[in-house]
T-cell receptor, first 113, second 108 residues
Framework: DGGITQSPKYLFRKEGQNVTLSCEQN?????MYWYRQDPGQGLRLIYY???????QKGDIAEGYSVSREKKESFPLTVTSAQKNPTAFYLC????????????FGPGTRLLVL | DAKTTQPNSMESNEEEPVHLPCNHS???????IHWYRQLPSQGPEYVIH???SNVNNRMASLAIAEDRKSSTLILHRATLRDAAVYYC?????????FGKGTRLHILP
């Protein structure tokens, strides 16, 4: 079954702690994305990567970091610099080259203790 | 900047057609129009997309204005399972931007 997996489904962060959200895809897609969604709001782009070992900041990158060492994986780290991290985080991927659809993972809900 | 404008919410009766509008007046000639929908606590899912011509698939139809400055997503016979937030997206470069979408309520 091809698709995108995100883990964990729920994640709790203590003050001052860095946490990493996992995103894996077996769709052989080049591009991957991280979005943040706050209650009742749309999706806001955090980071995106069009190819391995390359990534760009989205609209709200401050307090977050990413890596893209493998095509299948695009982990997101929420650092202690992100003062309001409680949100629903969504990872997505798509094939590049032609306008194709974006495939989303099930999301990770991050809560601060 | 979502670059598209949609009503915040709409209501429809079950088993009736639903027309969800979207304005994208600054669209460029090569931008596609995509629609996604998001059920509560889930990631968005693809619904339909088009460039210039009207499009149909098993989920919905997409009617694109001749000047491409607006489009309408048509659900032919709404069911309770169609209650979701629907996003209209201009798809032209690598930064794909989602606005707040339209929250569709289906009345039984």
């Amino acid at each position: 079954d091809g698709g995108i997996t995100q883990s964990p489904k729920y994640l709790f962060r203590k003050e001052g702690q860095n946490v990493t959200l996992s995103c894996e895809q077996n769709l052989n897609h080049d591009a991957m994305y991280w979005y943040r969604q706050d209650p009742g709001q749309g999706l806001r782009l955090i980071y995106y990567s069009q190819i391995v070992n390359d990534f760009q900041k989205g609209d709200i990158a401050e307090g977050y970091s990413v890596s893209r060492e493998k095509k299948e994986s695009f982990p997101l780290t929420v650092t202690s610099a992100q003062k309001n991290p409680t949100a629903f985080y969504l990872c997505a991927s798509r094939a590049t080259g032609i306008p194709e659809t974006q495939y989303f993972g099930p999301g990770t809900r991050l809560l601060v203790l | 900047d979502a670059k598209t404008t949609q009503p915040n919410s709409m209501e429809s009766n079950e088993e009736e057609p639903v027309h969800l509008p979207c304005n994208h007046s600054t669209i460029s000639g090569t931008d596609y129009i995509h629609w996604y929908r998001q059920l509560p606590s889930q990631g968005p899912e693809y619904v339909i997309h088009g460039l210039t011509s009207n499009v149909n698939n098993r989920m919905a139809s997409l009617a694109i204005a001749e000047d491409r400055k607006s489009s309408t997503l048509i659900l032919h016979r709404a069911t309770l399972r169609d209650a979701a937030v629907y996003y209209c997206i201009r798809w032209g470069d690598d930064k794909i931007i989602f606005g707040k979408g339209t929250r569709l309520h289906i009345l039984p």
